[in-house]
């Protein structure tokens, strides 16, 4: 198990009722805690079409988590 | 070469001064304005969300490749947050180059990125009182609140 | 829609006024600005000749097939007649949209038609105190003098 | 014969060293009269390439002239 701080913005806060929580879990790509977290609050996007950083670096789906690490989740942008 | 998320009102006029060059012929700009509308809907103003640094980072990163792309003489663009109202001025984009159609290929380059690529999001609020994100893929709000 | 040829400087931000529109969401502006070299020659200078009462009929018929072809909200565009320096503005084209592929593709087939089609000369003045009217096809002075 | 009025734009009015003058000729055309002018002041241009405007409205070569009309001849425009 690791603790990480998990960020939220724009859509995603708002589904969370939150922007910033502090998760312990299993996961150990950012991908698997979006999984995780998804399911959580009801995040319906795929990753395909949303974004994460990592430690303020964008970052791909299967970086590998550490414990103390903070992930930013981003819906899908406005594009228009 | 700058870009810039900013709070306050863009000014185009001053934003356009980065770009001079005496070996510049042509100077491409685009401005992103707050319409009244989405489709069917009404909407009476726009709040723009950014995650700044990572913004600005992408941004001129951007900038950057359609230098190195397209052989410019100059880039630059800025993006609002906050608040705004029908008219307003969400985004701006211009680009110097010797010729005209690298200008054009480029002014439309950075725009399409910035689009797609940049941490921002847009709210929109209707006249009947909603608000909604809007969904890059639909065009309409993922979920009206 | 409008079309002028001006013999003093154009200014770009009050031409651009003329594009506002609730419903536009997109504006795009192109500038030709006077280059200080064309091919390998230095230039110091360009004087624009201009039929001003055909070259205005004409630019208004090319701003309205724009509009037309574009279902654009407003275009504009202005010339310069008269003697240029280096950094100069030429020509100007704005127009307003709601999306902006429309105003991009606007914005271009304007620029394209009026070089092509308004009865407006160019000559250049080089470095070197040789001057030539500037030959569409070759880019190059069709008989110094 | 007709007596027109030719007027001449940029590099036309430089080769002919005059911005109008007056021509009594046979031409039937535009695009006859260009050719006669065009000898007479060595305009190296092809029609093609060229504009021509009758009583200020742009015309084709093919438009037939009248006596006392103004013809303006206009060089290739800069296009760059």
């Known amino acids: 198990m690791i603790a990480v701080t998990a960020r939220y913005f724009a859509a995603f806060r708002d589904k969370a009722g939150q922007d910033t929580e502090t998760v312990r879990t299993k996961a150990k790509t950012a991908g698997e805690l979006y999984a995780e977290i998804a399911a959580a609050h009801g995040f319906a996007d795929t990753m395909t079409r949303c974004k994460v950083a990592v430690n303020d670096e964008f970052a791909d789906w299967n970086t590998r988590l550490a414990d103390g690490d903070t992930v930013l989740f981003f819906p899908p942008v406005a594009g228009g | 070469m700058s870009f810039r998320i900013s709070t306050h009102a863009l000014d185009p006029g001053r934003l356009k001064d980065q770009l001079s060059a005496d070996a510049a012929g042509a100077c491409a700009c685009f401005e992103g304005w707050v319409r009244n509308h ?108």
């Open chain 2, 38 to 145: 989405n489709d069917s809907k009404s909407v009476r103003a726009l709040e723009y969300e950014a995650h700044e640094g990572l913004a600005v980072k992408e941004g001129e990163k951007i900038l950057a490749e359609a230098i190195e792309k397209f052989d410019l003489h100059a880039a630059a663009a800025e993006h609002r947050a906050g608040t705004l109202e029908i008219g307003d001025c969400a985004v701006w984009v211009g680009v110097s180059s010797s010729h005209r159609d690298a200008a054009f290929s480029a002014c439309r380059y950075i725009i399409d990125e910035l689009k797609s690529r940049l941490p921002i999001w847009k709210k929109e609020y209707y006249a009947d009182g909603h608000s909604g994100w809007i969904n890059c893929v639909t065009g309409q709000p993922t979920a009206p609140e």
